[in-house]
């Protein structure tokens, strides 16, 4: 069906879709269908909804879109390059899926201006969006005034099938709608298609139904392909429900216009083809260029531009009003947006002596939570329904539920992947919130994915592990880790920390937060029994990441190598070898990151190269502590799964004892 | 208030309790609030419902029973004492939670017999049990005729509040809908506490109503603290619908008895606490000592000795008949349960020689499988929605779908962590299945909780993990695994495979069928683009972990280390090395775990400690590598995130070309 004169609308439309076409085409690499079949929605809501400034990506009060399907990475860039953001050009958009190009496969946020979140793996975007939606619900609940609105955006989402299968979503979808996040607006392209083929292979619950059951406003769109109105009046009658998060099913057929593919799986992730393109051009009435958008169409999506530079102008004004009214308020939320953190927020955080009473570290982490809450107002978060276990509540705070968004106690349930993907969202909101995540060390494998994000995509969180070795004791090995932290160690542009003590807790606070502060995430892993506060440990020791806990004179013999609460083991046998006129030298090794940022000369001094006889202990797996150890060393680790026992009892077996750290030692002295 | 005289039942129920409260008070340590809670609904299902013989847990036919909810595992240890299995007497009881006792913290299949499956970590329990009904419905399609049952059995589960916030039960009971496993019957203990205080915190959403949308019938009882006939009828009624599996919601009081700390969040996982033990043993009127249990009940609870030999008995003459009509079919199943493999099963798998044309190792891999599936017949499995990606699909076989159980074909859907656990499931079973799910590398992560379980829990398991690599190109960052594999090597108990071409890929499943057969995971990790069949390559040295490809005569100047698609790499620099002159050795290491588990001499003569100078050539993380690399070698590895670019230009980028690994070589022989 040729079709003669296209109207405005379709010419927008399908400007879209062979944008997508010709992008992947030229690749011979990506997923036209999802663009082709969602392009109307897309249009609609951001041509007709959405507030956003393509020249200031970054404009506080934008409206954030997520596409959870990050496949169909080529709707996105279309849709910034159609709506005049300066991160996409022409160019870009034919060097798709190359080299470092700005159009990666996957939307990245910190390749791309305009991308909220990275997107890929399914369900991270939705899941991210909630959190995106809590930041938006509290920022409004923490500043907005009865007389003056200056945090009022939404939280827009294109999602599909596989999004919808996976398992994180559910956990996320499930805690928006118990928050009642009535800014969050989720439109799902409803294509009955997967990479397999038709859901009916896999998935044949009653979508609509189990987000009613989670509390969504849910509504349908019979023709998502073609009724521009019915997708208007969808979103319309979505953002009119104020109390719930919506749920539009927007009935398409995936690879709408091509002749032959629309609506087959092979559409979703390999090219058209030359002949199927060219079908598809025939079929829509296409006849520009590949990459040439006809005038009418980019003239009309460009003014976008003209609105968006209105809408900040507006806020601007709206907020020089606010600020005049509530300085005070003005004054934080500018701190918060300007990526400062307060003077002196640092000097909260408790230090120690070895008078101090023993503690875990889990319980001094609560403690350096609480106190940075008062100087870090950014800070937020909570725990997989672990609040007593992980003790991340803040005191100063009530939670974060319907009518009290502007607590910051987020409880999110048995939900440790919706967690993380939450934490995400709410750090790439970016406004200076800090989110912390907060569950068992080996538990973290429930979330890993999110983890992952986390780093990849520049999310500031802090991911709080309690918990973290046999030292945990009864609940046995699928609660104890081994191989967790070397696990997370591997993970680049990730730092890990493992405090020894009180000081050192308060160390890996310090790193936290600045790191977060830089949009770079930290993985705590704490104790759940209590260490002694040693002597010689530091706040300046853990930044970094390796440092001498003490010392003999001259050229150690030998070298005790720590982490966490193992640290004391050596303390102690130190004392003991010394005794025997050992020279022995006990190094705190918190955080392998930061020690390998250090320069060689530092690091040489830490562990010099001369010195060969090392021991380390670390109640974890060895693996990887080759490049401490080198070729003379041993350690005493755990390199099985743990056992159901008493905590003290589990170490004992396992040989962590101050006796067996210096029968080590002896061995290796010979 | 003091009940004068108990009924039979509630002498039965309360011995569950009891034994539980006294089980956790002496080991100061565990969870009494569900198994107070739960008690009724267990004793009606274990003493009405269950066949099972307690004298043989290992019984065919048995029922099977889950208790996801792992955390109350005293529940299950009393119901395995009082039914009169000898894997838990009244002393392993009172060693509940100590160093090796039977009775550990979460229950352990590898540890107590009568224990399916190992739960504690929250949905994975009611997730195995969708993949146990699995296995029951494949095995009943597969042999059970017109005219003679012998595979009917059922799979129960008691799951909490918990396990139903977790993604990876929404999961997999989305899929149970789909598949419409009528033999499934979950009951959920419906108490509105978890770890945090009431659900009304953070889990709002309709439980029932999302099962509905899932496909499930959902039946509720009132009072599911003293309404016995209500769950009796409940059950009754799950029973009986035959098309759906049945969700029944039961309402309970967690720590129901103690009059204190009945339902409170502080009764879920702590001792009651000594006054209140005894507050408890007045209000239910319980006068018996700790670990006493009244005759009557333990005489009533052993009825299902007797019971359970019966239920044996007439299957054995069951099958004795099936066996006479269907000796094919009958001596199959023999043989499937016997936990042999077919005679010369591994002469099917494919060998190769360099002029075989180049493939992937993913494609070698779906050629493996099909020629497995023919004389493997417990061979079962499939991807998360990447058939045609990860190369899964069974020719000889169609989809497991309803009304065709008897396929081979698990089409699990984009629910990486629910087909993790199912699998486990599938493998625990007990009946010679072996399961294989499969997905991208970097997608280990959303399953990497399951994969420990298969690890911990001994299921004999196959991950198969293509896209292995920055090779996969396009995909990009969020695609490419770079940590991956180090972070599934570091697991205990897991065997990890990286072969370079076809023989390594059919040796890699010679070592995994091997391996499932005797309750140990495998994960093979898989390239997408294709690599040449090198000579020397062989099936017998993938068993060995590592062996040398090729070699120079007399000791070698170095040693070139590769795995999976960058051998190839080492291959050719060798040659041209060796072209100039160097004595050079090619080191194919296509398993560290494997290699690891090889004498000292093997090893020492594959990798001669002598030789220090030594490359290695992965396409991933060095992290861990150090213990191969040694002080003096190098390594040319990924050690940050990747980027999105066709797979070729993304590995030269990379630096792995020959000339770089020649280039790297040279620079290390100085």
Redesign the interface.
Known sequence: MVVATQSLEELCINSIRFLAIDAVEK?K??HPGLPMGAAPMAFVLWDRFMRFNPKNPKWFNRDRFVLSA??GSMLQYALLYLAGYDSVTLEDIKEF?????RT???P?NFMTSGVEV??????QGISNAVGLAIAEAHLAAKFNKPDSTIVDHYTYVILG???N???????AC??A??LGLGKLIALYDDNHI???GSTD??????????F????WHVLTVEDGNTDLEAIHKAIEAAKAVTDKPSMIKVRTTIGYGSPNKANTAGVHGSALGGSEVTATREKLGWEYEPFQVPEDALNHWRKAVERGAKYEEEWNKNFADYKAKYGAEAAQLEQMLSGKLAEGWEKVLPTYTPEDKADSTRNQSGKCLNALADVVPGLIGG?A?????CMTLLKSSG?F?PGHYENRNI?????E??MGAICNGIALHGSGLIPYGATFL??A??M??AI??S??SHAGAIWVMTHDSIQL???????QP??TI??L?????LTVIRPADGNETSGSYKVAIEAANQNRPTLLALSRLAQPNLPGTSIEGVAKGAYTLSDSDGTPDIILMGTGSELQLCAGAADKLRGEGKKVRVVSIPSWELFDAQDAAYRESVLPKGVTKRLAVEAA?S??W??YI??EGAMISV???G????GP??LE?FGFTVDNVVAKAKELLG
Do not use: N
Not at 165 to 171: D, I, L, P
Not at 212 to 215: D, H, P, S, V
């Open positions: 690749a690499s990506g990050g496949h899926r190359q080299w470092e190009s990666p496969g996957h990245e990275t997107t890929g793996p399914l369900g099938d596989g999004c299968m996976e398992g994180v979503s559910g956990e499930s805690l709608g118990h997967s990479i397999d292979l896999a998935f044949t619950e009653d979508v609509g139904k189990r009613e059951a989670y509390g725990s329904d672990l609040a007593h276990s939670d539920q409880r999110f349930g048995v939900r992947h919706g080996v538990f494998d429930y890993r994915a992952r994000i780093a990849l004791g009864e609940d046995g090995p699928t609660h081994v191989e070397a696990s160690r591997v993970i680049p542009q797996s693996f990887g080759c490049r080198g070729s390199d099985r799964f056992v159901s026992a008493p009892v589990a077996k």
